[in-house]
């Protein structure tokens, strides 16, 4: 991002930058590598709204993926899509009111769903004289080669496309539901890095397994849509994420992807070989303390990314170059030591450039995104600054 101090010089940091032309490349990116099916824009890995709505603005994004009710009915009241799909099941029984009373709203999302008990907690929530509800049948695309070997995300028990078909007979059964799609992600392809730095052996493993597992799950997704078109006629069968699109567009029963880490580029998707997001996001902590020689300790920065605790989960100082962490404290609450020969040049007031491991969770973190656009700067409210926080 060239000249990024000077034209940030009037901030005070901690604050955080997007980089529009890195955003709206990797978008494009995006759009090449889902070689002509729609992507589905997934919100929790932006939690902007003026983001999101640049991406559904980019020939090519259709449609939000959200991961709260009450985030798709905010997102929704405020005109940003009629398209939207709560890709998590919710519980949420004040939010399922709200949707059950607007038409509207209720014409324009879907409900994950993967049990007839998801059903009964929506009919106690809201009763049986309502506008039907859309639901979305979530199927589990983990791999099991093995009789209780599990690789991939725990979610929907349903599996089999037997299994499919009878989740489906349930739900059209039921008076107040529409079964409009099927949902499949596939976790296990799509969120862990082909090309993992330093570690071939583990490369290789996942580069099989990730082969293995596909070849299964398109099988099984085939088997599974044909099994609920059978009862219903559905509106979309959504599938893949930013680390997979290229191979589940592929699939022919498959007739719209998600995505949305892609647009930002953090750290984590730097271990895929397939492609090379642009880092669209980066924030700035400032000198506090100089403790000794080639040590400078930064203000706050403690954001760690979710998942399994690991080294992939920290952030990454990326200038000036030559710094890391340090092991004992890491990216602190309230301070972060960087160590290294270029802390030596560093002075009070200074700046640390950081990228973050995730997406999304570092719009939970400042209410602000500063916009850079070519030399120009412009501020928009994060889901945080907007007063909003969705889990």
Not at 41 to 69: D, H, I, N, Q, W
Not at 113 to 130: K, M
Not at 301 to 313: H, I, M, Q, V
Request: net charge positive; aromatic share 6%.
């Amino acid at each position: 991002m060239p000249r990024i101090d000077e034209i940030t010089s009037e901030l005070d940091p901690p604050f955080a930058v997007v980089d529009l032309d890195a955003f709206d490349h990797n978008a494009a990116d995006l759009v090449r590598r889902a070689a002509g099916r729609p992507i589905r824009v997934a919100t929790k890995s932006v939690r902007c709204r003026e983001l999101l709505g640049r991406a559904l603005r980019t020939p090519g994004f259709a449609g939000l993926m959200c991961y709260s009710l009450a985030e798709a009915l905010w997102l929704h009241r405020e005109g940003l899509s009629d398209d939207i799909l709560v890709a998590y099941p919710t519980v949420d029984r004040g939010a399922l009111r709200e949707l059950a009373a607007d038409p509207a709203a209720a014409a324009a999302i879907a409900l994950v769903v993967d049990s007839p008990e998801h059903l009964d907690l929506i009919d106690d929530a809201v009763g049986t004289t309502r506008p039907d509800i859309r639901l979305c049948l979530e199927v589990d695309a983990s791999w099991r080669p093995l009789p209780g070997l599990h690789i991939g995300t725990r979610r929907s028990p349903v599996h089999s496309a037997d299994q499919a078909r009878r989740a489906a007979a349930t739900i059209v059964r039921r008076n107040g539901f529409q079964l409009v799609g099927v949902m499949v992600y596939e976790g296990q392809i799509a969120g862990i890095g082909d090309a993992p730095a330093g570690q071939p052996l583990r490369a290789a493993l996942v580069r099989w397994l990730q082969r293995r597992s596909a070849a299964e799950l398109a099988e099984r997704r085939a088997a599974v849509v044909r099994e609920v078109r059978a009862l219903a006629p559905l509106e979309f069968v959504n599938g893949g994420g930013t680390g997979s699109l290229e191979r589940t567009t592929a699939e022919p029963a498959v007739t719209e992807l998600a995505a949305g880490s892609g647009l930002i580029g953090p750290s984590l998707f730097d271990a895929y070989r397939a492609f090379q997001p642009r880092p669209a996001v980066q924030y700035a902590l400032p000198v506090v303390h100089r403790p000794a020689p080639r040590i400078a300790t930064l203000f706050g920065g403690g954001y760690l990314a979710s998942g399994p605790p690991g080294a992939d989960r920290v952030p990454v100082p990326i200038r000036p170059r030559g710094l890391r962490l340090t092991s004992t404290e890491g990216a602190g609450e309230v301070q972060t030591p960087v160590v290294g020969p270029a802390a030596d040049r560093l002075r009070l007031g200074d700046r640390v450039w950081f990228r973050h491991a995730k997406a999304g969770e570092l719009a939970e973190r400042f209410t602000h995104y500063h916009l850079i656009d070519g030399g120009r700067l412009t501020t928009v409210p994060t889901y945080r600054g907007e007063g909003r926080s969705f889990g």
